[in-house]
């Protein structure tokens, strides 16, 4: 199976064909896709009944990280957008002097955490508190206010999550916001 640009690893247990995905640059955790298809030499008698769940936990998830840690870049994706990503936490810092936490100084907060995670950093709280210049505690804390503010929504056992159209609204009147504030990727 052809996926788009990228990083495939092709393990095979049995009858079957099982392909991981990761989008391109460094992998930072597990793959974003995965498809188990029959092999196209496989007898049609192992594969009339369809996939088990003893194929699956047959497949070892950390041999095939590892395997695609190897092959892929060590940049990190990320890298690319530093520089912005640098820029909106020194916003938000600026912000939390000035204001305090203010909705606008959560808006930024919100956003650049947001992009952290997207992009796949692995540690984006205590990243964002070295910028800000607060521990990275209070960071969590003033991530967790945004949320009960409305300003951040959340993913169900995932970081990150997704910014509320009051989180945009409050950006709009926010002077020097580097970049594009999009809607994200999650």
Excluded: N
Excluded at 6 to 34: C, D, H, N, Y
Excluded at 74 to 100: I, K, V
Excluded at 127 to 152: P, Q, T, Y
């Amino acid at each position: 199976m052809a996926f788009s640009e990228g990083l495939e690893v092709v393990r095979f247990q049995g009858p079957w064909m099982i392909t991981a995905w990761w989008p391109e640059g460094a992998v930072s955790g597990g793959p974003q896709k995965l498809v188990v298809e029959a092999c196209p030499e496989a007898p049609a008698g192992e594969v009339a009944r369809g996939i088990s769940t003893t194929v699956l936990r047959r497949l070892d998830l950390v041999d095939v990280v590892r395997r695609a840690q190897e092959v892929a870049p060590t940049t990190p994706p990320w890298r690319a957008e530093e520089s912005r990503l640098s820029e909106l936490a020194a916003l938000a810092g600026e912000l939390l002097g000035a204001e305090g936490v203010s909705e606008r100084y959560l808006a930024v907060l919100c956003l650049t955490y947001r992009d952290l995670v997207d992009k796949g950093v692995q540690a984006p709280v205590p990243w964002l508190a070295e910028r800000v210049g607060r521990k990275a505690d209070s960071v969590k804390d003033h991530l967790k206010k945004a949320r009960r503010e409305g300003l951040l929504g959340s993913r169900a056992g995932r970081a990150g999550g997704e910014l509320s159209e009051r989180a945009r609204s409050v950006l709009g009147e926010v002077p020097g916001l580097p970049g594009e504030v999009g809607a994200g990727s999650g």
